[in-house]
Structure formats: structure tokens, C-alpha cells
């Protein structure tokens, strides 16, 4: 009887252990429930990046994976002053920065892993070990499947010279885990395309390398139908 009760009680103190450490992987996994900033996590659906400064009235994260430009991923603020993103990316190693208040550029305060920037500082580094869902397009018998990863938008379209550049003809569909999707029948040809991003934000597709000069001095995504 001893025995037992022994058992009992060393199975529900292990269980309660388990708990504990289950409940905790899972918090620090939830960018919304993040309390304080920390070193980023290869979730199922991207990396987690997270960072905290109290005069931060707007965090953006530039690398390697967005050609440094700062205007592209911007962190949310969850309801701890936690400054948060999750990115799909390609397996490989990236360097990157903050950029607090669109000009102070800061490496990750959480990330000890660092190297020469080139400029007299460091760059954060971080060694991405799963491939991730980039999103893209695809054709298939004339479908086109436009898929785009952006869970902070509240409306996304696809804008293009198959619809003359209309912001509103073609909206995507939020699905799950931050994706915009989109599928329309065209025409074999060759089309140019961007998505715009709550009406204003016009961007090319990040995970279609085949892009064309747009006259502006950026850049439209390219799509082939046969």
C-alpha cells in the first residue's frame, strides 16, 4: 500500500511537471502572450522574431531575407509591449537588425549570435533549419494561384495588367496562418502584377523571383501562362 501511494503521488508531482513545462512551451510560443522579448523560435509556420524598447513607437526587421529593406516587415505590438513577426523562410542562414522608429538600426539584444556588419557594428544571425511555406504563384491548366503571406493585413488584392491595375477587382481571401490566397483563370500570356496591401502598400510578390521594371524605379512580379 505504501508503495502505491508512492507511485501515486511521484506520477501526479511528474505530471504536474509536465504541465507546467507544456503550458510554458506553449506561452512562449504565442507572439500575443510574449511578456518579454526573446531569442527567435522556429515555430510550425515561421520564425518568431521578437524584440522591446519603451520609446519603440514602430519596429520593422530588415535582413538578408527582404534585401534590407526596412519598409517590408513591420512588427506588432502585443498588449505586453512585446514587438513581434513571424516569417516564413527559406532554410539557410540570415544576418539581420531592428529598425526602431524607422532609423535607429539595433541587432537583436536576445540573439547572442552575431557577426561584423561592415560598418563598425554587428548584424544579428540566425541559422533557419526548416523550409518554410514562402507562399508564390502557381499555374496550373490556365489557374493561376496567387499565395501571399502577410497576417497583419486587414484587405489584400492582386493588381495587374490583367485587370488594368485595379486595386479592387481581384481581392484575395485571408486563410489560415496569415495566408492570402487568390485563384483566377487567364489567358496564356505573360502578366505583370503586385499585390496591394490595405489599399495603399503596393508590393511585388516576395517569393517570385521572376520580376520585370515597373517605370518606377521598383519592380513588378512576373507570371507565365501557357
Not at 36 to 44: D, G, R, S
Not at 96 to 101: L, T
Given at each position: 500500500?505504501?508503495?502505491?501511494?508512492?507511485?501515486?503521488?511521484?506520477?501526479?508531482?511528474?505530471?504536474?511537471?509536465?504541465?507546467?513545462?507544456?503550458?510554458?512551451?506553449?506561452?512562449?510560443?504565442?507572439?500575443?502572450?510574449?511578456?518579454?522579448?526573446?531569442?527567435?523560435?522556429?515555430?510550425?509556420?515561421?520564425?518568431?522574431?521578437?524584440?522591446?524598447?519603451?520609446?519603440?513607437?514602430?519596429?520593422?526587421?530588415?535582413?538578408?531575407?527582404?534585401?534590407?529593406?526596412?519598409?517590408?516587415?513591420?512588427?506588432?505590438?502585443?498588449?505586453?509591449?512585446?514587438?513581434?513577426?513571424?516569417?516564413?523562410?527559406?532554410?539557410?542562414?540570415?544576418?539581420?537588425?531592428?529598425?526602431?522608429?524607422?532609423?535607429?538600426?539595433?541587432?537583436?539584444?536576445?540573439?547572442?549570435?552575431?557577426?561584423?556588419?561592415?560598418y563598425?557594428?554587428?548584424?544579428?544571425?540566425?541559422?533557419?533549419?526548416?523550409?518554410?511555406?514562402?507562399?508564390?504563384?502557381?499555374?496550373?491548366n490556365?489557374?493561376?494561384?496567387?499565395?501571399?503571406?502577410?497576417?497583419?493585413?486587414?484587405?489584400?488584392?492582386?493588381?495587374?495588367?490583367?485587370?488594368?491595375?485595379?486595386?479592387?477587382s481581384?481581392?484575395?481571401?485571408?486563410?489560415?496562418?496569415?495566408?492570402?490566397?487568390?485563384?483566377?483563370?487567364?489567358?496564356?500570356?505573360?502578366?505583370?502584377?503586385?499585390?496591394?496591401?490595405?489599399?495603399?502598400?503596393?508590393?511585388?510578390?516576395p517569393?517570385?523571383?521572376?520580376?520585370?521594371?515597373?517605370?518606377?524605379?521598383?519592380?513588378?512580379?512576373v507570371?507565365e501562362?501557357?
Amino acid at each position: 500500500m505504501k508503495r502505491f501511494v508512492i507511485s501515486f503521488f511521484t506520477v501526479l508531482f511528474l505530471g504536474l511537471i509536465a504541465g507546467v513545462a507544456l503550458y510554458g512551451a506553449k506561452k512562449g510560443k504565442d507572439p500575443l502572450k510574449l511578456k518579454k522579448a526573446q531569442t527567435p523560435v522556429q515555430l510550425k509556420d515561421g520564425v518568431l522574431f521578437s524584440f522591446q524598447k519603451d520609446d519603440a513607437e514602430t519596429v520593422a526587421i530588415a535582413g538578408d531575407f527582404n534585401n534590407w529593406d526596412a519598409s517590408k516587415n513591420l512588427l506588432k505590438k502585443n498588449k505586453y509591449n512585446v514587438w513581434y513577426i513571424v516569417l516564413p523562410l527559406k532554410k539557410g542562414e540570415y544576418a539581420y537588425k531592428f529598425v526602431v522608429n524607422g532609423s535607429e538600426w539595433v541587432p537583436d539584444p536576445n540573439n547572442k549570435n552575431t557577426k561584423d556588419d561592415g560598418y563598425g557594428g554587428v548584424n544579428s544571425v540566425i541559422k533557419v533549419t526548416k523550409n518554410y511555406d514562402l507562399g508564390g504563384v502557381k499555374v496550373k491548366n490556365g489557374m493561376v494561384i496567387f499565395k501571399y503571406y502577410n497576417p497583419s493585413a486587414k484587405k489584400v488584392a492582386v493588381a495587374g495588367s490583367f485587370n488594368d491595375w485595379s486595386k479592387n477587382s481581384n481581392i484575395m481571401k485571408k486563410g489560415k496562418n496569415g495566408y492570402w490566397i487568390l485563384k483566377i483563370k487567364l489567358d496564356p500570356g505573360t502578366y505583370q502584377y503586385k499585390y496591394v496591401v490595405d489599399d495603399n502598400n503596393w508590393v511585388p510578390d516576395p517569393a517570385n523571383d521572376n520580376t520585370s521594371d515597373d517605370g518606377y524605379g521598383g519592380i513588378n512580379s512576373v507570371v507565365e501562362v501557357k
